[in-house]
């Protein structure tokens, strides 16, 4: 057995991988198209000036409605886990974020791929919470950290793949028809609707969770919030809003601001339509790549940190670490290319820290009502975290100049999370609870 887990448990880690993994990949598909995207259906010239003010702007707007989307779905579809099972849920939002996304490719105007954006924000945060439950629930408690951080590895791997079909899209194929290429590249979010019949073959809802519903009420959300488990859901709160408003701040805008970096670089080399198109998605590439090459690093660090040092101090390296990362991205003026480097700096502390989300939360809370607390915790905070993509893109939407002005002080958020670790609880070597 490696590590010490059996072929059905791999399978479990498997599959929850991969609706994770399509999950990061469905949802951040706008950001890599919204340069082509928003001005297309606004009726403006892609590249113009008007059309980066703009793109700016939406992309604030539709990352915090998508951000609200996975708050509700992930509130929604946590306490519907609880009922009706992990495995009907993991399926259920696999399809409806699929659904979602590739309808995106036929929407006429800004409004309706708003609303499709919000479709497949619900699937999207249903989703996390029956994967990372069923996985906390089915794996030896030795190796649940390992799994956990594992399971988040998808994350990345979501992003890269994002990245490759973008720039295979629109870079490649449809190079010069960047009109068209975005709509393209949303019909990609049909694949995860193929894997979640494959998925349904081969999983069983976990016998930890069938023993503790067997004989208990349906679940309430309300009792996360009970006098014993009420100082949990708050640690878990305090801990995922703050990465979340970092993440989501930062990395909403990677695509926008390496389309303007590029776009300045073009005008000082004297490149034509074509030469900058060109360069806008390499650019973009490569600060994608830096920032997810990052963060898979980043993932798999949480299990010697959380093992040896506990999760207290994890969360601790990682805010400075975060805030640190970002100041120096931000605040340093470097050469346009240069700072797309450091994005590799960002995506090992900002990113790199939801590694521990996918363990960390389920230890928090009883069988019953894991679903429902770690969804709660990990998805409510979207709701504050809404305003980051939204404050930044209203703000930055004056220029590539003012996004990273502006995101030089979102580092604030994760140094001010230091302040938090008093609230958080311990969980080092705790059995999980039934």
Request: proline share 4%.
């Amino acid at each position: 057995m490696l590590m010490g887990m059996t072929r059905y448990q791999w399978t479990v880690l498997f599959a929850a991988w991969l609706g994770w993994g399509f999950d990061v990949f469905d949802g951040l598909l706008f950001n890599y198209v919204a340069p082509n995207c928003v001005p297309t259906l606004l009726g403006l010239g892609i590249g113009s000036p008007e059309a980066r003010t703009a793109t700016l702007y939406w992309t604030g707007v539709l990352t915090s409605l998508l951000l609200l989307g996975w708050a509700a779905g992930g509130v929604l579809f946590g306490h519907v886990c609880d009922r009706i099972g992990r495995k009907k849920t993991l399926l259920i939002t696999m399809l409806l974020y699929a659904l979602g996304t590739a309808a995106c490719a036929l929407a006429p105007n800004i409004w309706v791929l708003a609303l499709c954006r919000v479709i497949a924000a619900l699937g999207i945060g249903g989703e996390w919470a029956a994967g990372a439950s069923m996985v906390a629930e089915v794996v030896p408690e030795e190796r649940r950290v390992e799994a956990g951080a594992l399971l988040y590895t998808a994350a990345p791997a979501g992003l890269f793949l994002a990245t490759y079909v973008n720039f295979g899209v629109a870079g490649v194929w449809m190079a010069g028809q960047p009109g068209t290429s975005w709509r393209i590249v949303f019909l990609f979010g049909l694949i995860p609707a193929a894997v979640a019949f494959v998925v349904r073959l081969f999983l069983e809802e976990p016998e930890r969770w069938r023993q503790a519903v067997r004989d208990s009420a349906p679940v309430r959300l309300a009792e996360i919030f009970a006098p014993g488990l009420r100082h949990l859901t708050f640690a878990g709160v305090g801990m995922s809003v703050v990465a979340l408003i970092a993440w989501w701040s930062c990395n909403a805008f990677i695509p926008t601001v390496a389309t303007g970096l590029a776009q300045n670089a073009a005008a000082s080399a004297g490149l034509d339509t074509a030469g900058t198109l060109a360069l806008v998605e390499e650019w973009k590439f490569r600060a994608t790549y830096w920032f997810n090459l990052g963060g898979l690093l980043g993932t798999l660090a949480t299990i010697p940190i959380a093992k040896l040092l506990g999760r207290r101090a994890l969360f601790g390296i990682y805010f400075a670490a975060s805030a640190l990362a970002i100041f120096a991205t931000f605040g340093i003026d470097w050469a346009p290319g240069v700072r797309l480097y450091w994005y590799f700096a960002i995506g090992a502390s900002v990113f790199g820290i939801f590694g521990s989300f996918t363990y960390y939360l389920p230890e928090l809370f009883p069988t019953r009502l894991r679903a429902t607390g770690s969804g709660f915790c990990y998805n409510i905070g979207r709701v504050l975290a809404a305003v980051g993509p939204f404050a930044v893109g209203t703000i930055a939407a004056q220029g590539t100049d003012t996004v990273i002005q502006t995101l030089f002080y979102v580092g604030l958020v994760p140094a001010l999370g230091v302040l938090l670790l008093p609230w958080v609880v311990e969980t080092r070597d705790r059995v999980l609870a039934d």
